[in-house]
């Protein structure tokens, strides 16, 4: 299995960039996907997840309602589209894979939830 994370970039801030996530060896549309950033010197963190076969979509607090998080099944890719950015949101970006299923609060919040991961993509926000 193999995750391709893409779109990374230098954008000012209240800018967009739009990542791309590519699967190999694996079908999205099985499986929950979820992106984490990663700042120098800090814990990777949840950032989006999509569940498989349901599309129900889950964000941290920090980007709800600028982030949206999307699947292309017929490109075997997740989008992470990044609107409003802001200098805080400079990180190295990964995406991830499950096919663990979870039900209740705080599904695919968690690195340890997921079993393949992606080399990052970086993502610098000037001021």
């Known amino acids: 299995v193999q995750l391709q994370a893409s779109g990374g970039g230098l954008v000012q801030a209240g800018g967009s960039l739009r990542l791309a996530c590519a699967a190999r060896g694996l079908t999205f549309s099985d499986y929950h996907a979820g992106w984490f950033r990663q700042a120098p010197g800090k814990e990777r963190e949840f950032v989006a997840a999509?569940?498989?076969?349901?599309?129900?979509?889950y964000y941290a607090d920090s980007v709800n309602g600028r982030f949206t998080i999307s699947r292309d099944n017929a490109g075997n890719t997740v989008h992470l589209q990044m609107n409003s950015l802001k200098p805080e949101d400079t990180a190295l970006y990964f995406c991830?894979?499950?096919?663990?299923?979870?039900?209740?609060?705080?599904?695919?919040?968690?690195?340890?939830?997921?079993?393949?991961w992606g080399r990052g993509t970086q993502v610098t926000v000037s001021s």
């Open positions: 991830a894979a499950t096919n663990q299923d979870c039900d209740g609060y705080g599904c695919y919040e968690t690195v340890s939830e997921y079993d393949y």
């Open positions: 999509i569940r498989g076969r349901s599309d129900r979509t």
